[in-house]
């Protein structure tokens, strides 16, 4: 065997040690990788909720606003704690309920709303760490639990484990696997609860009657996480808790399914927000920079009426349109004649135009043509009327 053959077959033998190691050090196995919700199932927290109800023939529907249902036929959901919610709207669906409507609320809204539980007589109790905690009651011989075997079984941060069922207070030896997070804290009720499902640490959710109708309590992570409704009995806990059968609608109260106020606004008012939005754009404009450098102001001058009338005279005699002048001059002379001649208020036309001349000194029927004839024609005739009645005023101021 020459040395090539044997270096061959060293790197063979490598070779195949490495894949023997590799072989028995190394499985396959399937990995479920989950993967986010899209869609509508992101953006709906009660989306699993709604398409389970709907595949067991049960109608669901969302409402913004929490007023009591036209109808006690269904059944209302409210999972919010909101300050107006938890305080003070949830007594506006109080006379509903006890018309024999029923209501679901969560045990988070339940411990936040004092007005809630003082309505419903459910109040929260500590855990008494002094008592042994008793185990659940034990079947009945022949009857095993259902997924007894889930005792003590995690599901992230979930833990699930069989509560007992209790109808009108008494144990029926029946067991629902509830997967929820653990709490120390339970429940109870100033009345027998109708039914109820409760461990070693007490009562975790119940139903009681109210007037006609009842309320639910129910664990808020059935709807804080939409898989956990779908472990072992929590879907069975929600239809047996809030009585719901096929046929009959659940409303969901979602406040913040609400339409916003933006939107809101215009839809109602849209033509106002439009004008107003333009006026706004207009006042905006008329305060914006100008180009360039602003006009000086003008210094606020006065021109004297003895200016104002020779600039007048100066147009008119210019232009040729003597009707406004020789008006102007005809007052003057009238007033002047009135100042200085005895009844001139009361004399006729032509007996004014005759004092006048007598007073003056000029021809009566001349002046008598200036004052009564209309004040138009040539530019010619017009100027001379004017001096005439000029010249007759002013004499009348001398005399």
Not at 144 to 164: H, I
Not at 168 to 187: H, K, P, Q, V
Not at 297 to 313: K, T
Not at 343 to 365: F, H, M, N, Q, W
Request: aromatic fraction near 6%; glycine fraction near 8%; include cysteine.
């Amino acid at each position: 065997m020459t040395r090539d053959r044997l270096t061959t077959a060293a790197i063979l033998a490598v070779i195949i040690a490495i894949g023997c190691w590799i072989a028995f050090n190394t499985y396959w196995a399937d990995v479920t990788e989950p993967t986010p919700p899209q869609g509508e199932a992101a953006t709906n927290p009660y989306y699993t909720l709604e398409h389970l109800l709907r595949s067991l023939g049960i109608r669901a529907e969302e409402m913004t606003i929490l007023r009591p249902p036209p109808e006690v036929s269904g059944v209302l959901l409210v999972n919010e704690s909101g300050w107006d919610v938890a305080h003070g709207n949830i007594s506006s669906v109080e006379q509903w309920v006890l018309g024999g409507g029923r209501m679901v609320v969560t045990t988070y809204m339940l411990r936040s709303s004092p007005a809630l539980q003082t309505w419903s007589g459910i109040t929260r109790a500590l855990r008494d760490e002094k008592k042994d905690v008793q185990p659940p009651a034990a079947p009945k011989p022949g009857r095993t639990p259902p997924r007894a075997a889930s005792r003590g079984v995690e599901m992230g941060d979930v833990e699930c484990e069989p509560m007992t069922v209790q109808v009108d207070g008494l144990d029926t030896f029946d067991t629902r696997s509830i997967c929820a997070t653990r709490t120390e804290f339970s429940f109870a009720s100033k009345q027998v609860p109708s039914w109820a499902l409760s461990n070693g640490r007490g009562i975790q959710m119940l139903r009681v009657g109210i007037g006609r109708g009842s309320l639910t309590v129910i664990d808020s992570q059935f709807l804080a996480d939409p898989l956990t409704l779908l472990r072992n009995d929590n879907a069975l806990a929600v239809i047996e808790g809030s009585l719901l059968k096929k046929g009959e609608r659940l409303l969901i109260f979602n406040a913040l399914g609400a339409e916003p106020l933006l939107a809101m606004i215009w839809r109602l008012a849209a033509p106002a927000v439009v004008c107003f939005g333009l006026a706004a754009l207009l006042l905006i404009a008329r305060h914006l920079p100008r180009f360039g450098p602003p006009l000086p102001v003008p210094v606020d001058a006065r021109r004297s009426l003895a200016e104002q009338l020779r600039a007048n005279a100066r147009f008119a005699w210019r232009t040729g349109n003597l009707k406004s002048l020789r008006k102007a001059v005809l007052r003057a002379l009238e007033r002047s004649a009135e100042q200085r001649i005895p009844g001139y208020g009361s004399l006729s036309p032509r007996r004014r135009a005759e004092a006048i001349g007598k007073t003056a000194g000029v021809d009566a029927t001349t002046l008598n043509s200036a004052m009564t004839e209309d004040a138009a024609g040539e530019a010619k005739v017009q100027r001379a009327s004017i001096g005439l009645l000029e010249r007759a005023r002013r004499a009348l101021i001398n005399v």
